[in-house]
Nanobody
Framework: QVQLLESGGGSVQAGRSLILACSAS????????MAWFRQGSGNEREPIAS??????????NLATSMKGRFTVSRTDTKNTLYLQMNNLKPEDTAMYFC?????????????????????WGQGTQVNVSV
């Protein structure tokens, strides 16, 4: 079983940057994709970006609304996924989660739909103030 642990959240002022990390432990050898999502108070969980791990080529799929300020990167071992967030805005305040796709499933391009992911971390909170 794979476990995910997010870190790096905190409280920052608007305009600042943060880097979040998602570390996977346990058996992630048969998981194709890892992704970042966020959920603000009263909102649905929305996708940020997904990328391939282990099996797939690693192409990153960034949600359109996140382009320009958010980027993702991985360690060479592909067991840690980073989310670089620049020029943060108050509306970026949310709980940020990472997730992986079910074991054995493969994708031509890693999906952004949250129902494609079956294992989730507990999240890390980001608060952005004016």
């Amino acid at each position: 079983q794979v476990q995910l642990l997010e870190s790096g959240g905190g409280s920052v002022q608007a305009g600042r940057s943060l880097i979040l990390a998602c570390s996977a432990s346990g058996d992630a050898t048969n998981r194709a994709c890892m992704a970042w999502f966020r959920q603000g108070s009263g909102n649905e969980r929305e996708p940020i970006a997904s990328t391939g791990i282990q099996i797939t080529s690693g192409e990153t799929n960034l949600a359109t609304s996140m382009k320009g300020r958010f980027t993702v990167s991985r360690t060479d071992t592909k067991n840690t996924l980073y989310l670089q967030m620049n020029n943060l805005k108050p509306e970026d305040t949310a709980m940020y989660f990472c997730a992986v796709t079910p074991a054995g499933q493969v994708f031509r391009k890693c999906p952004l739909g949250r129902f494609n992911y079956d294992v989730w971390g507990q999240g890390t909170q980001v608060n952005v103030s004016v």
